[in-house]
């Protein structure tokens, strides 16, 4: 008696087996996640059952190792091309479905812009020096984007901030005032420029380190 209620009770247990490795894992998609601390867009992948590839091209992320705390996430359904949330009013969220990359527009709704490409995105001058008064700053602007306007952020020795330019997007220099009465005493300086679309800044070109030109006006 025993071994039969062994024998039936296996049976029941490989019959469970078998038919939950049968049954598809049904993904979750067309909702929406927000982004949780030590997330990353690998393990909200797995969590819904759908690619990282396609959550990122549903939502217009060009690099898949940046989203942040409280980003609203589009998770996508299979054989959906392309889509991603905009805001139309405080409460109320449309979606916009791209079918063969042509955009169904919904009027009263801002389309969002294609990724940044940052390849070229670099300051190109002074890389040797500046003089203590008007500085002209000039950089190569990223290959493709919509970029609503440039920073310009100039540091002293200690790494403190000591000027910063704002620039509109469309123009690759600015000028600024680096004499002694303005960004204080000292040399040795840096400067960088960084890019900004709508969302927040988007490149940051390398960091440029360089002296100051002497004046008796300094002191010893």
Request: aromatic share 8%; proline share 4%; hydrophobic share 40%.
């Amino acid at each position: 008696m025993r071994n039969m209620i062994r024998i039936l009770t296996l049976t029941l247990v490989l019959a469970s087996l078998l038919a939950w490795g049968t049954t598809p894992v049904q993904a979750q998609c067309g909702v929406y996640h927000t982004v949780q601390a030590g997330q990353n867009l690998f393990r909200i992948s797995l969590h819904y059952g759908v690619s990282m590839n396609a959550i990122a091209a549903a939502n217009g992320i060009a690099d898949v190792r940046r989203i942040y705390v409280g980003q609203q996430i589009y998770i996508p359904c299979a054989g959906e091309t392309g889509v991603s949330s905009v805001v139309v009013s405080a409460t109320t969220t449309v979606t916009l479905t791209t079918v063969n990359t042509v955009v169904v527009p919904v009027e009263g709704v801002v389309v969002p812009a294609a990724p940044v490409d940052c390849t070229g995105f670099r300051a190109t001058s002074p890389l040797d020096g500046f003089p203590n008064g008007e500085t002209t700053f000039y950089w190569d602007a990223p290959r493709s984007g919509d970029i609503t306007h440039y920073q310009v952020y100039v540091l002293n020795e200690n790494g403190q901030l000591v000027s910063g330019l704002d620039v509109p997007g469309g123009i690759t220099k600015t000028r600024g005032n680096m004499e002694l009465a303005v960004i204080g005493r000292g040399i040795n300086f840096s400067w960088y420029v960084v890019a900004l679309d709508d969302s927040g800044e988007v490149c940051r070109s390398q960091t440029v380190r360089l002296r100051r030109e002497w004046s008796d006006s300094m002191g010893s």
